[in-house]
């Protein structure tokens, strides 16, 4: 599903409409967990990895965020914040691995690998430490229930693209 998806935005233009409607819809997912219990999902249904598929692949939109659009789908799902943190996360690292290794790869192509000097990599040692304990205080947050205030910061987003 997620494929399907990158197929259809990968050439979406980050245009203010396109970007306000990518913060509204994070928005969305961020503020949905507030209403929701902390129910167990017991088993797997044949359709909800399709439906988290499509979540993902929404993300493609500028302006979505990927863990909190599959953590909401998974949570309207009935996913525990626990478990609904921890699949996104999961469904989220391949991609990123991803993106890291392309990105190399098109530094090579470009005969631009001598970038990569050792002030770049601390550099890159450093922002993987900090998204680390970033992403780690939101696992924290999303298991007690606090998760939604991340909705805030997208709100001032959609607000100020709204405004100027």
Request: charged share 10%.
């Amino acid at each position: 599903m997620t494929l399907l998806f990158f197929i259809l935005f990968h050439r979406a233009v980050p245009t203010q409409k396109l970007l306000c409607i990518g913060f509204a819809m994070t928005t969305f997912f961020l503020l949905i967990d507030r209403w929701l219990p902390a129910e167990k999902k017991r088993r797997w249904v044949w359709y909800e990895p399709l439906l988290i598929g499509c979540a993902q692949g929404i993300a493609f939109l500028p302006g979505v965020s990927r863990l909190a659009i599959t953590y909401g789908a998974a949570r309207v799902l009935s996913f525990s914040p626990r478990h609904a943190f921890e699949f996104s996360f999961l469904i989220e690292a391949p991609i990123s691995a991803a993106a890291f290794f392309k990105g190399l790869y098109d530094l090579y192509q470009l005969g631009m690998l001598n970038l990569l000097n050792l002030p770049i990599c601390l550099i890159m040692v450093i922002a993987g430490i900090a998204a680390h304990f970033i992403l780690s205080r939101c696992y924290a947050l999303a298991l007690t229930g606090w998760w939604y205030l991340f909705a805030c910061y997208t709100a001032l987003l959609t607000a100020a693209l709204l405004i100027f």
